[in-house]
């Protein structure tokens, strides 16, 4: 086999020699003060010169270092003591190769261990490291540079039990030379400079030191010492970065094991929460499993450990051992941590508490099928883990409530994020006064002049089918308890005071004829909760007790037959409003495009939105009345599309409703102010309020001298109170007919008064759907 490195892997052409070591014997063979050291090397000499000149002039093949094995020995006999070779993990190699040779015993045992199959290769080191490496060298050596230039190296060599043991390299060069030959190139201090900032450049390294253009003479010493500890601190570090890998529980046990020298030890993880006392599976890394919650469901903390485990945990933050799970189960009186470890095969254990400042934030498990594993003595190793675990769950638990926070602040509460820079701005002013103790007052927040857009998809006659819905539902529940009444008063030992209470049933029944009123529904709950229900309850007769069982299943809310007609009509209306806010909700991220502004949009018996929009919401962008207008017409001609999509789904709806579209203009500005209390902004001033009235009042409305709603199911309704506003909008309804969305012809009428609001004036049109 040839001891060479890859024709194109290395500046260097290889040249194993022992030359150095060889002079420095010639020179102990002339000194005449130490006769014996002098014989002795002489001898050597001779020796080496008559049975192995290549020792000194370079080998290229492995053959010959074995047939040579022990000459090198003793040429190397000062640099190997024998009484060290148990002790040192040592050998000759080649820098950043996997060739060594004259190893000490010690070396050889753990390679014995690792089993023949076993290839030893430097960790995370790859042909481009190898070759810069390998310039680093010559500019070290030759041209005088003092490059750091490479990273700590390692071994990973698993023992004999499979546990895997990690050796950091240490490479001493003494005995190493750099020679150019007559291929290599001169090197600039400019050439310098250039790779010095081009580290990742491997075309341009080459292209100063080309393949094989040095020599390389001379060999290396490698000393390795255990560092595994050290490295599976390091590769715990790296792994918590990566908390939410799918492997992760899995290479953070591999770690664990090469710490505790234990190939079956197994890790798991609970979280805590000190706010209601309960151990908890890792939310925020479900790759690790709990051997305290085996069915993965929130416990009671004391419960599970008990109260001596507990306190040990969690008030005093100290290590709980046990070297043998079942003593430890027979001197605990309370807990299941035992009896859950056994279950699984755990006969030896370590619970370590994750704490900060005092404040348990879970517990890290480390278990073991056998006993005496695991004990008090050794739980003393997790100190050197325990602190990077700590900061990493405290950093994660604060990123989760981070989260929390972020979707209570979007799902939850009205800060839209084109308002958001203002309240960011306020936070902070708050905050900076806090650090420094001073007092601040948070101030209002306030959008003053900013231009109003109302629009809304009503359900029309909602309450209508709302309270046709309760009343046939109720209709059904009253005829069943007819019915039930009388076979209970029918049948021997009859209950006399429910056979009273039927009479009164058949009255409430009677009422449902009419018109339901708005506390019938109330009425007749309340009356059933307290005169009725109590007394079937009582009754446990075979022959009536399954009807009375049935009917209580009847009256149940997302299943009982009591509540069907009422979860039709919900079910109908959410599916309206899901589907057009929907669309709303889709079409606003495209309509921020036009010019930031605020946006907030509610369901009810259809859905109605606000926007907002003015120079004040985005100060940094230029606004004029042309992105006014242009947030005007696409606001009606997403009502259109919203519309459209009621058709779509209207043979769907198990209730049959009808929609209605509106849109207020409002061509004055306005100012907008979050109410604290409230959470959400509302119009500011009094005169600013008249909008808010025409909002609430308008959907009612009717055409000025008829019965007839100025809102009518397949046409949008436009309410203008001035010619400016109506001349606009009559513009932005010729756009939407040639694009096909609204029908043409426009009809305009006057609105009736409404209390304090006069001379409103509407256009309508219908909708192509």
Known sequence: MMLDFPADGTPFKLQLSFHSVIEELEKTAQDTQHPEAAAAAGDLLRR??????????????????????????????????????QNEIKAVGLPYSNVFFNLTERFRKILHAAGPSFSTYIRDFDEHQFYVMSCCIILNQYYGTQLDF??????????????????????????????????????????????????????????????????????????LFDATVESAVSTFKENLLGLYHAGFQDSTATIFRSIYRIPDLQIGF???????????????????????????????????????????????????????TTVFQGTQTEGLIADRLLYR???????????????????????????????????????????????????????????????????????????????????????????????????????????????QLDIRGSSEARNSSIQRDLQQQLQTLVLLLDAIGNRPGKAPELTSEGQTVRTLLGDLDGTLLADTEQYVQLYLEENIHPRLRELSAPEVLPFIQQYFRDTDKTQGSFHAW????????????????????????????????????????????????????????????????????WQLQVLCEMEAAYHQVKPLLRTPLEVTTLVLAHHSTLSIRFRLDEKRFDVDGSYNARFEIVKKRIDKAHRKGTNERITQPGFMTIVCSNDAEEQEYRHFIGQLQAKRLLDVGIEHFDVEDLQGISGLRALRVGIVH
Request: negative net charge; glycine residues 4%.
């Open 566 to 633: 009422r979860r039709r009509y919900e079910n109908t209306v959410a599916m309206i409003n899901d589907t057009v806010a929907g669309i709303l909700d889709s079409r606003q991220k495209e309509a921020q495009t036009l010019f930031p502004h605020y946006y907030e949009r509610f369901k009810t018996d259809g859905v109605e939105h606000n926007l907002y929009i003015g120079p004040c919401i985005a100060p940094k962008q230029v606004f004029d009345v042309r992105k006014l207008q242009a947030l005007r017409l």
């Open 345 to 455: 095969n755990m006969n030896s254990f370590i619970l370590a508490p994750v704490a900060k400042n005092g404040q348990l934030l879970g517990i890290l498990e480390l278990v073991c099928p056998k006993p005496r594993r695991l004990n008090s003595i050794n739980a003393n190793k997790l100190d050197i883990i325990l602190p990077y675990l700590t900061d990493t769950v405290e950093r994660l638990v604060a990123q989760f409530q981070n989260q929390v926070q972020a979707v209570i602040q979007e799902k939850y509460t009205a800060i839209h994020g084109s308002v958001h820079w203002k309240f960011q701005e306020e936070a902070e002013r708050y905050i900076d006064a806090q650090m420094i103790g001073k007092e601040y007052k948070l101030q209002e927040i306030i959008f003053p002049e900013v231009y109003p857009l109302y629009g």
């Open 150 to 223: 490479g990273p700590p190296l390692f071994y990973d060599i698993p023992a004999a039990d499979g546990v895997m043991r990690h050796y950091r390299i240490l490479a001493n060069a003494d005995f190493l030379d750099v020679v150019p030959t007559e291929n290599s190139l001169p090197i600039t201090p400019e050439d310098i400079d250039l790779l010095l900032n081009n580290y990742h450049d491997l075309a341009l390294w080459k292209a100063k030191f080309p393949p094989q253009t040095w020599l390389l003479r001379g060999f290396s010493l490698l000393n």
């Open 48 to 85: 080496v010169n008559a049975e192995a000149p290549e020792l000194r002039e370079g080998i290229t093949q492995e053959e010959q270092l074995k047939r040579h094995e022990g000459l090198i020995r003793e040429l190397l006999h000062d640099l190997f003591p024998e009484s060290l070779t």
């Open 270 to 324: 609970t979280l805590y929460t000190p706010e209601d006392g309960l151990l908890s599976p890792c939310a925020f890394g479900k790759q690790m499993k709990s051997f305290l919650l085996p069915e993965g469901q929130d416990e009671d903390a004391r419960a599970v450990l008990g109260e001596a485990v507990y306190q040990a945990l969690a008030e005093e933050n100290v290590y709980v051992a046990a070297s043998d």
